[in-house]
T-cell receptor, first 113, second 114 residues
Framework: AQSVTQLDSHVSVSEGTPVLLRCNYS??????LFWYVQHPNKGLQLLLK??????LVKGINGFEAEFKKSETSFHLTKPSAHMSDAAEYFC???????????FGAGTRLFVKA | DVKVTQSSRYLVKRTGEKVFLECVQD?????MFWYRQDPGLGLRLIYF???????EKGDIPEGYSVSREKKERFSLILESASTNQTSMYLC?????????????FGEGSWLTVV
């Protein structure tokens, strides 16, 4: 069965320090993997996506993620957190042309001044 | 730029009212979706459509219906609103073209049923 697990429900970092948001998936197929960000009272904005090209994917706002098939992971990183990064982040797995989409439970990122 | 527009951002409706949530996308996408998002429950798929006049039930279709008369527009209908339908509703669209299946979301519609 397909599933997505975001390993941390909350992550707190200080401004200027690295960010790591962890995501593991299980799949019998080669999925498409995405990270979305949701700021308060807003929709989900696409940060980056992996669709079987390069395993290191660069996204917007300095975020990147590395697809590791052996570990079935797709962790999101950023070298230096900014206050504006405080939001909720969703790891998403999609199969069969987007008709089967599984959302992680979300990780809320707090950034301390 | 990709654009999914939900015309109503905040609504307050009374129990038993009929509610329409409208969504328009300007990307000529074939697929459109309605989700609801609740604290602790995440995003849950209500309905989706892969073509004009076509619709498929998602995980929680009870109490909802949808309409897709034009490719760019996908409406969610609450025939008789109830308080347990108070939620944030998200519309989304996607294109199925080879490996491209990115889902694009609207800004969300906050519905309160009193």
């Amino acid at each position: 069965a397909q599933s997505v697990t975001q390993l941390d429900s909350h992550v707190s970092v200080s401004e200027g320090t690295p960010v790591l948001l962890r995501c593991n998936y299980s799949s019998s197929y080669s999925p498409s993997l995405f990270w979305y960000v949701q700021h308060p009272n807003k929709g989900l904005q696409l940060l980056l996506k992996y669709t079987s090209a390069a395993t290191l994917v660069k996204g917007i706002n300095g975020f990147e993620a590395e697809f590791k098939k052996s570990e079935t992971s797709f962790h999101l990183t950023k070298p230096s957190a900014h206050m504006s990064d405080a939001a909720e982040y969703f790891c998403v797995v999609s199969y069969t042309g987007g008709f089967k989409t599984i959302f992680g439970a979300g990780t809320r990122l707090f950034v301390k001044a | 730029d990709v654009k999914v527009t939900q015309s109503s951002r905040y609504l307050v409706k009374r129990t038993g009212e009929k509610v329409f949530l409208e969504c328009v996308q300007d990307m000529d996408h074939e697929n459109m979706f309605w989700y609801r998002q609740d604290p602790g429950l995440g995003l849950r798929l209500i309905y989706f459509s892969y073509d004009v006049k076509m619709k498929e039930k998602g995980d929680i279709p009870e109490g909802y219906s949808v309409s897709r008369e034009k490719k760019e527009r996908f409406s969610l209908i609450l025939e008789s609103a109830s308080t347990n339908q108070t939620s944030m509703y998200l519309c989304a669209s996607s294109q199925t073209l080879g490996l491209e299946n990115t889902i694009y979301f609207g800004e969300g519609s906050w519905l309160t049923v009193v």
